[in-house]
């Protein structure tokens, strides 16, 4: 089945860019969705189809998706964004859903 | 405003058996197909299973299948996950999730959870 690889973590200081990517076999050709879990909460979706944003998630988080890598990209980083990221594609040839290992981002 | 609620989890021994429940409100819950994802202690998230709106699809991960079995009652806007043969590899905060109405594999609400532990 597909697999997505994670780094397991980042580190970034406040106000800089945080890239955390998602490494799978030929990803650019499926359709990525970002997750944010704050420690004690329920995962938030934070990017989804690649680039999307829901509604109240501030512009600062965007996402790419091309050959092998997709990577979530947050600008101007804020403690508050301290939390583990987790990426997620639906594999259609398994009807599964699969979640990468998950990237811990450490405001310093 | 959308909300999901977990109820069901508690303490087990192995080879026993559990029945969790989400009980969903604030959306058309008949229009939306759903999930249980789950997270270890320590560990990533792991998607368990999957339910259709009209129930004519349910999908399991390999880890739960034969042992697992999904269902939803649109009338009482709930879906239901029965455990069963549970083992010391099933415990985790188990997560009811709505699946996005628009963005093919999405998951954009998520419960609280609710803990599942499989010890002697």
């Known amino acids: 089945s597909f697999a997505l690889t994670q780094t397991p973590s980042v580190s970034v200081t406040p106000g800089q860019t945080a890239r955390i990517p998602c490494g799978g076999d030929?990803?650019?050709?499926?359709?990525v969705h970002w997750y944010q879990q704050r420690p004690g909460q329920a995962p938030v979706l934070v990017v989804f189809d690649d680039s999307d944003r829901p509604s109240g998630i501030p512009e600062r988080f965007s996402g790419s998706n091309s050959g092998n890598t997709a990577t979530l990209t947050i600008s101007r980083v804020e403690a508050g964004d301290e939390a583990d990221y987790y990426c997620?594609?639906?594999?259609?040839?398994?009807?599964?859903?699969?979640f990468g290992g998950g990237t811990k981002l450490t405001v310093l | 405003d959308v909300q999901l609620v977990e109820s069901g989890g508690g303490l087990v021994q192995p080879g026993g058996s559990l029945r969790l429940s989400c009980e969903a409100s604030?959306?058309?819950?008949?229009?939306?197909?759903m999930n249980w994802v789950r997270q270890a202690p320590g560990k990533g998230l792991e998607w368990v299973s999957y339910?259709?709106?009209?129930?004519?699809?349910?999908y399991y991960a390999d880890s739960v299948k034969g042992r697992f079995t999904i269902s939803r009652d649109n009338a009482k806007n709930s879906i239901y996950m029965q455990m069963d043969s549970l083992r010391v590899e099933d415990t985790a905060v188990y997560y009811c999730?709505?699946?996005?109405?628009?963005?093919?594999?999405?998951?954009?609400?998520w419960g609280p959870g609710t803990m599942v532990t499989v010890s002697s």
């Open positions: 604030g959306f058309a819950f008949s229009d939306y197909e």
């Open positions: 030929n990803i650019g050709t499926r359709t």
């Open positions: 339910i259709s709106t009209t129930v004519s699809a349910k």
């Open positions: 997620q594609v639906w594999d259609n040839s398994s009807d599964h859903w699969v």
């Open positions: 999730v709505r699946s996005h109405d628009s963005a093919v594999g999405a998951f954009d609400f």
